[in-house]
Structure formats: C-alpha cells, structure tokens
C-alpha cells in the first residue's frame, strides 16, 4: 500500500471532507468516538504502519482539502525518509494559521502557490510522512498493550525547555530530533469546518 490516510473522529467526518477523500481514491482508516487525541493520532500511526503503508496522511474530520491535494500528497517525490510534508489551514480563532514557519522562512505575509517553507511544527489536520521517519521514532518509545492491540505513543505530549507540546507539536519535535525535516506547501491550503459560535444572551 503506497499511501494510507488515517483521520481520528469524535462522531462524524465532514461531509465535504468524505468528498474529497472518495474523490481522491485513497483508502481511509478513521477512528471513531474517541476524545483523548494524543491517543487515537498515536494509535493510527501504529495501526497503520502494520498495514504496510509507504506514507500516512494525516487528516482530521473537519479539514477539507481538495481530492487534487490529496493524490499529490499520496504521489509526490517530495516527500522523502528524511522530509515530511504539510498543508495548512485557519484554525478556530481564524485569527493564525496551523504553520509555524521557521525565522524568516519566506521573508513575506504571503505566499504564492508554488512556495514551500520550512517550518518548526505544524497542526496535524493535514500532512504526510513517510513510513521511515515513523519507523525511526519508535525504538524510542514504549509499547503500549491493550488486549491484543499494541501500539507507540507516537503523539504522547512532552514539556520541553518550559513549553508544553500536545500531540501535534510533540510528533514535530520527535521527526525533527530523528532526522526528519518539516516543510509547508502552499498548495495544500485547506479550508477548515468551524462550528458556529454563539453570544451568551444576556440575563
């Protein structure tokens, strides 16, 4: 299997997003009713790997990308053991972007559609590693067993010169620490499903 998308899910996946993925033609391995992320993204990456898969796609339910962005994830030679991809999307606040680029990464507020940048670490709504990036990281890490499923904490958070890392910063941090390089494509910019918000009415 060359590429697999694993996509952890509270209760449902956008239905935009289950578009574009059957659009795209790649198979997709989610996870359902699970709220601990750290958890379930670590879980899929080992699930995943026993499958066989020559790189991961991670996805997250509500990330729309475009099926066009997912094939050149699944397909591109830019992605390499030692370089991992990401796309990027609004988060919630719709104030920042998912990417953290590194200082002076691009020089400029905008990017155009052939650019890529390098970046500290970056939301894992939407990206792709490469199975040996992965691999490289898990003699490191402890074998967690439940009944007869076994997996690495892959996504486990960490508090790192006073700061502390969640699932997604944590997974940046150990590929970089491994030899894996981050880089952000401005082609995969993605939309991002918001819930509406609503003013506390007054009493």
């Known amino acids: 299997m060359k590429a697999l998308i694993i996509c952890p899910a509270r209760t449902h996946i956008d239905y935009r997003t289950q578009a574009a993925i059957a659009a795209s033609g790649l ?10 992320l750290p958890r379930v993204r670590s879980a899929l990456i080992s699930h995943g790997l026993e499958l066989g898969a020559e790189r991961l796609i991670f996805l ?8 066009a962005q997912l094939q050149w994830m699944a397909e591109t030679d830019e992605l390499t ?4 991809i990401w796309g990027f999307y609004p988060l919630r606040t719709r104030k920042t972007w998912s990417v953290k680029p590194k200082a002076s990464a ?36 402890p074998e967690v067993v439940e009944g007869d499923s ?17 699932d997604d910063r944590s997974l940046c941090w150990r ?3 491994t030899g894996t390089e981050l880089v952000c494509y401005a082609k995969l910019l993605a939309k991002h499903a918001f819930t509406a918000e609503f003013a506390t009415p007054d009493q």
């Open 27 to 36: 198979p997709i391995y989610p996870l359902y009713e699970y709220s601990d």
């Open 60 to 67: 997250d339910a509500d990330v729309i990308p475009t099926h």
């Open 81 to 84: 053991p030692t370089k991992a």
């Open 175 to 177: 590929l970089q620490k």
């Open 106 to 141: 691009t020089g400029r507020t905008e990017v155009a559609p052939e650019d890529s940048f390098e970046i500290e670490f970056g939301g894992l709504g939407l990206a792709v590693v490469h199975r040996d990036s992965l691999l490289r990281i898990q003699p490191r890490l």
């Open 150 to 166: 076994r997996w690495h904490p892959y996504c486990m958070p960490v508090v790192r010169n006073g700061q502390w890392l969640g």
